[in-house]
């Protein structure tokens, strides 16, 4: 319990530390007009509260990760609570912080135009597919997951596939309604019920005095029942998105980032949001871990359901809160990935929309990208979500590291102290590289050469960037 507790409060102090910080880096203007402001079209550029934007970011950013993606990680142990805690101060909360503010700062701009900035144009052509496909994808991911626990919570009465499809619906809703129209005025509800939801399961965890494990010398290791298949580098680090650092995030700030009236609310909006979402995946990590007694039985219960974790959700809340409690609380863990889906179609259509130019005001431009989307977010429903989930966790990741690496620059070019990002970015450069010749839906290579190879890539990236960095720097000395 005293490892949990300690991971709760450095994230809390995390954020009025170096979340400090890292504000003071960017160096906030209060006085300098925001997007929401100069740019108010009534549709996605609106001024709203820091509350309302908060909490909208906060079910954004959520999703099924911090709770289905804690309960997975909690499968390789204490060490869990490390990666939660550290990868979302020091990573995570710097990378959507960044990713919001650089966008108030390009009048809104969606991550691929920004990445195209500073990373070059053809990196920004590829971005902009490969982001728009991730939305997609994400989209299909929250149609399923959230359809699965309510046909579960319904006992099949209703149907999966009705469920899915009145998801469906209120995607397309959300996706061309103001943003003021159901996102402002729905999410807070959800929000409160996702806060709920953590709140009750940790109070009820920690009341009950689950067998919560500690991190020590013996604890330090890799406790998957698996662990030569699924090593804790680079495989915690990618089951362990939202909570930690994830890439989709990067694709929901700028949301946010037209509709904030003053820039003096970044720190409690993308910073703030992404603590609290590390608060969200700690519980859900620790009651995994001591539900059943402990992290083997975790992984033997995981092993019988088959990875599903929306039946672990269900059964923790129904044993831990009762039946109107558990009810409650799932539609918290409900109303996270609808919330994030409906937001992940918006953010593909306005990624599109920048690419083509086309002016949102008009519903009639809002329908026509969205008819594309959704046509191919539908097929991807069809597809088994087990298969999607781990190639779009991959894909999240790898994102999370292009942005990481186009902030570096940026605040290289604005001379600020690049360190904070660059560090992370080589971390995670390992991580996805790494990820991808080991992993088993990956090229399934042995850990030896796998390591190799990621190290390979990652010392490569990381020459690029020191040469590009010395050239820049020669290139500005003689200006």
Known sequence: MFTFLLSVVLLIVGYFTYGKFVTKVFNEDHSRPTPAISMNDGVDFMPLSWVKIFLIQFLNIAGLGPIFGAIAGAMWGPVAFLWIVFGNILGGAVHDYFSGMIS????????????????????????????????????????VGPAQILDGLTHGYVGLLAWASIIFI?????????????????????????????VAIGGMMLYNGLPIPELSLSSFSNMHTNPSEFPVFPMLFVSIACGAISGFHATQSPLMARCMT??????????GAMVAEGLVALVWAAVGMSFWG????????????????????????????????????????????ITSGDTA???????????????????????????????????????????????????????????LWTITVYLVRQHK???????????????????????????????????????????????????????????????
Not at 122 to 137: D, E, S
Request: glycine share 8%; proline share 4%; hydrophobic share 55%.
């Open 104 to 143: 108030i700062r390009r009048n809104g701009e969606s991550i691929p135009e920004i990445i195209g900035v500073y990373l070059g144009k053809p990196m920004m052509q590829f971005m902009r597919g490969f982001t728009v496909l991730m939305m997609v994808v994400v989209g299909a991911v929250f149609v």
């Open 170 to 198: 209120y995607y397309i809703l959300a996706t061309l309604l103001p943003i003021d129209q159901i996102i402002g005025r729905i999410y807070p509800v959800f929000g409160l019920a996702l806060l709920f939801m953590a």
């Open 262 to 271: 003053n820039e003096k609310y970044g720190r409690r909006v993308f910073y």
């Open 294 to 337: 402990g992290v083997e039985q975790l992984n033997q219960v995981m092993i019988v359901h088959k990875g599903n974790a929306a039946w672990a959700v269900n059964h923790i809340s129904v044993e831990l809160l009762g039946p109107v409690g558990a009810f409650l609380a799932v539609l918290g863990v409900v109303a996270a990935p």
């Open 345 to 403: 179609f918006r953010s593909a259509r306005l990624i599109v929309a920048d690419f083509l130019k086309l002016d949102q005001k008009p519903i009639k431009n809002r329908l026509f990208i969205s008819v594309f989307l959704f046509a191919g977010g539908l097929a991807l429903t069809l597809v088994d979500f087990s298969v999607i989930w781990r190639y779009m966790a991959w894909s999240n990741q790898t994102l999370a590291t292009i942005v």
């Open 417 to 479: 102290w690049y360190l904070i990002t660059l560090i992370p970015s080589i971390f995670m450069t390992a991580v996805v590289s790494t990820y991808l010749f080991v992993a088993p839906e990956g090229l399934h290579w042995n850990l030896k050469n796998g390591y190799l190879a990621g190290g390979f890539i990652t010392l490569s990236i990381s020459i690029l960037f020191a040469t590009w960095l010395t050239k820049y720097r020669k290139y500005n000395t003689k200006k």
